[in-house]
C-alpha cells in the first residue's frame, strides 16, 4: 500500500479564497483523522470518522471549515473563506480500530500558506 | 478526560550520548501508549506502542519505552543517539474502550550534536 496520501503538498492562496485539501486513505483502515498543526498550538484534531461518518467535529475552529468523506478511499478538508490564521501544516491520517492498539497511518501532510 | 504531557519542549544531546524523552500522562484507566517521530517536512511515523503485556517496548531505530503505571509516564530512551535521531517526538495516549482517539503531548524537539 501507498500509504495515506494527501494532496497538495503545498498549497499558496490569498485571503478569502476556498482551499480544498484532499486524502486517501490506507486501503481496509475504517478510522480517518484530520489535524492541524502550527508552532503555537502544536497537532489539534479537527475531525475524524468511521466508515465514512463523521463522529467528532468538535475540534473544527469555525463555520468556515467542512470535511466530507463521500467514500472509504477519499476525504475533503474545506475552508471556504480561508484566513491568515489558517496557516498550518494539515496532515490527514488513517488507522484500523482494534482496541485502540494499532495507533494511526499519517500522510505527509499539506503545508497551507494564506496570504 | 486523558492528557498527556511532556516535560521539555528542546532537548539537545551530543551524539553517542543517552537520549532520554519524558511523558507523563493523565488516564482514569490505564490507556494505550504511543511515541511518534516527526522528521522535517514529514507526516508522523509510529515510533513504538504501549498496549498490554511486557512494560519495556521496544521500537525502530534502537528506541525504547518503559510504562511505568505507579509514575504514570511512558519515557522513551535511547542508548547512543545519533545525528539521524534530529526531529520532533510526540507522546500520545488512546482511550481503551473509546474509538481509538488519540490525544497528543506537545512535542519534544531533539537536537544531535556533533
Known amino acids: 500500500d501507498a500509504g495515506v496520501i494527501q494532496s497538495p503538498r503545498h498549497e499558496v492562496t490569498e485571503m478569502g479564497q476556498e482551499v480544498t485539501l484532499r486524502c486517501k486513505p490506507i486501503s481496509g483502515h475504517d478510522y480517518l483523522f484530520w489535524y492541524r498543526q502550527t508552532m503555537m498550538r502544536g497537532l489539534e484534531l479537527l475531525i475524524y470518522f468511521n466508515n465514512n461518518v463523521p463522529i467528532d467535529d468538535s475540534g473544527m475552529p469555525e463555520d468556515r471549515f467542512s470535511a466530507k468523506m463521500p467514500n472509504a478511499s477519499f476525504s475533503t478538508l474545506k475552508i471556504q473563506p480561508s484566513e491568515p490564521r489558517d496557516s498550518a501544516v494539515y496532515f490527514c491520517a488513517s488507522s484500523l480500530l482494534r482496541q485502540g492498539t494499532d495507533g494511526y497511518t499519517f500522510g505527509s501532510g499539506t503545508r497551507l500558506t494564506v496570504v | 478526560a486523558q492528557s498527556v504531557t511532556q516535560l521539555g519542549s528542546h532537548v539537545s544531546v551530543s551524539e553517542g550520548a543517552l537520549v532520554l524523552l519524558r511523558c507523563n500522562y493523565s488516564?482514569?484507566?490505564?490507556?494505550?501508549l504511543f511515541w511518534y517521530v516527526q522528521y522535517p517536512n514529514q507526516g508522523l511515523q509510529l515510533l513504538l506502542k504501549y498496549t498490554t503485556g511486557a512494560t519495556l517496548v521496544k521500537g525502530i531505530n534502537g528506541f525504547e519505552a518503559e510504562f511505568k503505571k505507579s509514575e504514570t509516564s511512558f519515557h522513551l530512551t535511547k542508548p547512543s543517539a545519533h545525528m539521524s535521531d534530529a526531529a520532533e517526538y510526540f507522546c500520545a495516549v488512546s482511550d481503551r474502550g473509546g474509538y481509538n482517539k488519540l490525544i497528543f503531548g506537545a512535542g519534544t524537539r531533539l537536537a544531535v550534536h556533533p
Open positions: 488516564s482514569s484507566v490505564p490507556p494505550y
